[in-house]
């Protein structure tokens, strides 16, 4: 064999150990990278926990507020209800009529009937007829309204 054929074939070999020298240095690297992400990763996983704990606590703290809250309403409510049940034992059943009809009616003294209007003190006030006169009277609630007029 020629000389400059075994310093050829000396040169491949040489190139092929080399290669596997990069190959190792390459694995190496990403064993190292990987190793540094799994410490960058443990690090994100316990802030997150971290974070999800003083959200959760919170979550806990705004839960007992409003349920505070809500329990509070819930008995007030209990006690208005409370209160409008003895309001229509006392008044009748005609009487409970009559509120429950007049949800939703208009609030300006010039639509409703029987509004007797002041101009002295800006009062109106709801008239009541006689049984006399009226063969089905209102019943006598004694409601104020209000006027607004504008000051000039």
């Not at 003083?54 to 509070?72: A, G, T, V």
């Not at 002041?118 to 709801?126: A, K, L, Q, T």
């Not at 007829?129 to 000051?151: C, E, H, Q, W, Y």
């Amino acid at each position: 064999m020629h000389p400059s054929t075994l310093y050829k074939g000396y040169q491949a070999q040489l190139a092929a150990h080399e290669t596997a020298r990069q190959h190792m240095l390459a694995t190496v690297w990403e064993i190292e990278e990987a190793e540094h992400f799994i410490v960058f990763l443990n690090a994100m996983h316990t802030n997150n926990e971290d974070w999800l704990k003083f959200m959760d606590d919170q979550l806990h703290s705004l839960r007992s507020l409003f349920s505070e809250f809500y329990e509070d309403e819930h008995e007030i409510l209990k006690a208005i209800s409370s209160q409008a049940e003895h309001v229509v034992k006392v008044l009748g059943l005609r009487v409970s009529k009559v509120f429950q009809s007049g949800v939703g009616a208009s609030r300006f003294p010039s639509s409703q009937p029987g509004v007797i209007d002041d101009e002295d003190n800006n009062v109106g006030r709801v008239s009541v007829k006689s049984r006399a006169d009226d063969p089905d009277p209102p019943p006598a609630v004694g409601f104020l309204i209000m006027k607004t007029t504008p000051n000039m």
